[in-house]
């Protein structure tokens, strides 16, 4: 019997550094970016936006995938969403030339805009990473409806540029036969703009950026089960550095967040907006809400309650945490008993890649340590660090 008590510690800090992938081509070498502590720039001759399905979670996650050229010993590496950004150096930069109607999207002629190309030679004169899209982890045993085993649909859920917040313009597309093929867009006039993929595919486009800056490209991934007829979705977050390669700090404190779901005259009462209360009586403290994404004013604790998951051969601790905070701290720890047992975080083992839910909240699974097979104990620690 496995029994359940939760109180949270979680770290806004990675755990490794992020990786900068450049592209590995000779000459390219020459404008790979000086980063800083925390960072590691890491060249790829191809790298793709590789997504994966959950069974057992009925979810999709995502992030970029390193595929190693042909004979190459290395072996390819799937990066969470954070853990990774797409560089493009100024050699990037291009003017609009044609003037047929259909690259009006690429602004007037003599425009400037930044590309990934959609294939290698180009990718490689560019001296830019060559970067694709894959469901390699989504199964083609007709899971999901359509030909080849199961089809995937890629839309554009949102466009961020984290440094330059009005500049979010963005495009992928393909070239066939000269003619224009949008395919990932939120550009009004593109309304049917969705790319189509096999499971287990992969596919190539076109990306472009109309500014320099670090962008944050949100997807939506939809397929519909075969076995029920139930269409299911889930978001996948990249980050693109065109002529960028630190992705900002978060910003959001504590404070801040109170400041936004309160309003004046209840932000500045601490009996009712203060970290330890629980105004709405869901049984989540401000402190917890501010944690786990939840609403302090509205019972949610269905929405945001960590939950324990059945694997079969094994337990999966769900948790909803935010990520764009300050000085705030997320800890899961577990123990084989109450009282006379130390909680140890050792004992959930970060599993799979998180999964986004909406800016700034993700969704972590934790597999519980197998040696906990009768009971065991969970907790979800916040701490704040500053208000």
Not at 165 to 189: C, E, H, I, K, Q
Not at 278 to 288: A, R
Request: negative net charge.
């Amino acid at each position: 019997m496995l029994l359940l008590s939760f109180t949270v510690t979680l770290s806004t800090s990675p755990a490794n550094d992020v990786r900068v992938l450049v592209s590995s081509v000779a000459g390219a070498r020459a404008s790979d970016p000086t980063v800083g502590p925390g960072y590691l720039v890491t060249p790829e001759p191809h790298v793709d936006l590789n997504i994966t399905w959950n069974s057992t979670l009925q979810t999709f996650s995502g992030g970029f995938l390193t595929q190693p050229d042909a004979g190459s010993t290395a072996q390819p590496v799937q990066f969470g969403p954070k853990d990774a950004v797409a560089y493009l150096p100024s050699s990037g930069q291009r003017q609009r030339t044609s003037t047929a109607d259909q690259y009006d999207f690429q602004g007037a002629v003599g425009d400037t805009y930044w590309i990934f190309p959609s294939s290698a030679p180009s990718s490689n004169a560019n001296l830019s990473l060559y970067l694709g899209f894959s469901a390699y982890g989504v199964p083609d045993d007709g899971t999901f409806t359509g030909s080849g085993g199961g089809r995937i649909l890629w839309t554009v859920h949102s466009v961020e540029n984290l440094t330059t917040p009005s500049a979010t313009a963005f495009y992928g597309y393909a070239v066939t036969s000269g003619n224009v093929g949008m395919r990932l867009t939120l550009d009004p006039g593109y309304p049917d703009a969705e790319m189509a993929m096999i499971a287990k595919g992969h596919s190539h486009l076109n990306l472009l950026f109309k500014a320099p800056g670090m962008y944050r490209i949100t997807f939506r991934l939809r397929g519909t089960l075969a076995s029920t007829g139930q269409e299911v979705s889930g978001l996948v977050p990249a980050y693109f550095g065109i002529e960028q390669w630190q992705i900002p700090a978060a910003t959001l404190s504590y404070t801040a967040w109170r400041d936004l779901e309160f309003s004046p005259s209840q932000a500045s009462n601490p009996l009712v907006s203060g970290p330890n209360i629980d105004p709405d009586g869901d049984g989540f403290l401000n402190q917890e809400e501010f944690a786990f994404g939840g609403y302090p004013l509205v019972p949610d604790a269905d929405l945001i309650r960590p939950r324990l998951i059945d694997a079969g051969n094994a337990w999966i601790l769900t948790v909803r945490q935010r990520t764009n905070a300050s000085g705030l701290t997320i800890t899961p720890v577990a123990s084989a008993h109450l009282e006379g047992s130390p909680w140890r975080a050792d004992l959930l083992t970060p599993h799979g890649q998180p999964r986004n839910l909406r800016e700034g909240i993700d969704e972590f699974d934790y597999l519980l340590d197998g040696s906990l097979t009768d009971r065991a104990f969970l907790r979800v620690r916040t701490e704040l660090s500053a208000p």
